[in-house]
């Protein structure tokens, strides 16, 4: 018998008739109703080509070719159990494996994962740096952050807001202008070019001049004092950053605590 043709929810329904010698019983715990039991117990009867049951003045009882393959059953369905505990395990393990950008891990995502740490104390991380889009399933990823303006094919949540902010030091002594991929095209006043925003603000942070950055980004440096805003715009392409997954890793308990931690 091909395994993708047994019957497993036949074989279900005896185990419960099995324990309980009873119908009615049986359906009370299947939450089926009696006659449902008895439509199962036939079929699969005339599949195997035996008969399970016989009805006598005390009640029900099982023949011998039913009491031959009860035990074989039982303990197919307590490996199947723990089967089912181990993928769960799997499923809630407590470690994440999370790509994002260098800028983004180092000016916002490592604060947010040592707050989620700390109500999260068995949390284990993996964080990858990946500027580019990565193979779920060959990088082992869990959830990744990108700068785009959806979540493309992926299950996503947007992450901060789509605009970027104007920054400078503190005592804003340098009007030069700082360009890095990703914040607009270069000018003639562009006096100083870095490669990615988290450069830009601690270019910005020393006195090199200013930047135009995520919002996101910037939200620690600017509680710090190292950097102060000076104006505010919204980005033209309506970017901003998204935490994504392909739909098996966001049903992940573990990726849903993620996400309520990081929005």
Same mark, same amino acid.
Do not use: C
């Given at each position: 018998m091909?395994?993708?043709?047994?019957?497993?929810?036949?074989m279900r329904?005896?185990?419960?008739?099995a324990r309980h010698?009873s119908?009615?019983?049986?359906? *009370?715990e299947?939450?089926?109703?009696p006659?449902?039991?008895?439509?199962?117990?036939?079929?699969?009867e005339?599949m195997l080509?035996?008969?399970?049951?016989?009805?006598?003045?005390k009640?029900?009882?099982?023949?011998?070719?039913a009491e #031959?393959?009860?035990e074989?059953?039982?303990?197919?369905f307590l490996?199947?159990?723990? @089967?089912v505990?181990?993928?769960?395990?799997?499923?809630s393990?407590?470690?994440?494996?999370? #790509? $994002?950008p260098?800028d983004v891990? $180092?000016?916002w995502?490592?604060?947010?994962?040592s707050?989620?740490?700390?109500?999260?104390?068995?949390i284990r991380?993996n !964080? !990858?740096?990946?500027?580019?889009?990565? *193979?779920?399933?060959? #990088?082992?990823?869990?959830a990744?952050?990108?700068?785009?303006d959806?979540s #493309?094919e992926h299950?996503?949540v947007k992450?901060?807001?789509n605009?970027s902010?104007?920054?400078?030091?503190p005592?804003?002594?340098?009007?030069?202008?700082?360009?890095?991929?990703?914040c607009?095209?270069?000018?003639?006043?562009? *006096?100083?070019?870095?490669?990615?925003a988290g450069? $830009?603000?601690?270019?910005?942070?020393?006195?090199l001049?200013?930047?135009?950055?995520?919002?996101?980004l910037?939200e620690?440096?600017?509680k @710090?004092?190292?950097v102060?805003?000076m104006?505010?715009?919204?980005?033209m392409?309506?970017?901003?950053?998204?935490?994504i997954a392909?739909?098996?890793?966001?049903?992940q308990?573990?990726?849903?605590n993620?996400v309520e931690?990081?929005q």
């Open positions: 091909k395994r993708s043709h047994l019957p497993l929810n036949g329904v005896f185990d419960a008739a010698l119908f009615t019983n049986a359906a *009370d299947l939450a089926v109703t006659a449902a039991v008895g439509q199962q117990i036939r079929a699969l005339d080509g035996v008969v399970l049951f016989r009805r006598t003045p009640g029900l009882e099982l023949t011998s070719e #031959a393959g009860l074989s059953l039982r303990s197919a490996n199947l159990e723990e @089967s505990r181990a993928m769960q395990s799997g499923h393990s407590n470690s994440l494996t999370i #790509a $994002a260098r891990i $180092a000016k995502l490592t604060a947010k994962l707050q989620f740490a700390r109500n999260n104390p068995d991380f !964080i !990858i740096n990946a500027d580019e889009g990565l *193979d779920f399933t060959e #990088a082992n990823l869990d990744a952050i990108r700068y785009t959806n #493309a299950e996503g992450l901060g807001s605009k902010l104007l920054i400078a030091h005592d804003d002594d340098n009007d030069a202008l700082i360009y890095w991929p990703g607009g095209e270069a000018d003639k006043k562009t *006096d100083l070019r870095v490669g990615d450069l $830009a603000i601690d270019a910005v942070a020393n006195g001049g200013r930047a135009y950055v995520p919002e996101m910037v620690g440096d600017l @710090s004092g190292r102060v805003q104006d505010s715009r919204d980005n392409d309506e970017k901003s950053y998204w935490l392909p739909l098996p890793q966001w049903r308990q573990k990726v849903k993620l931690a990081l």
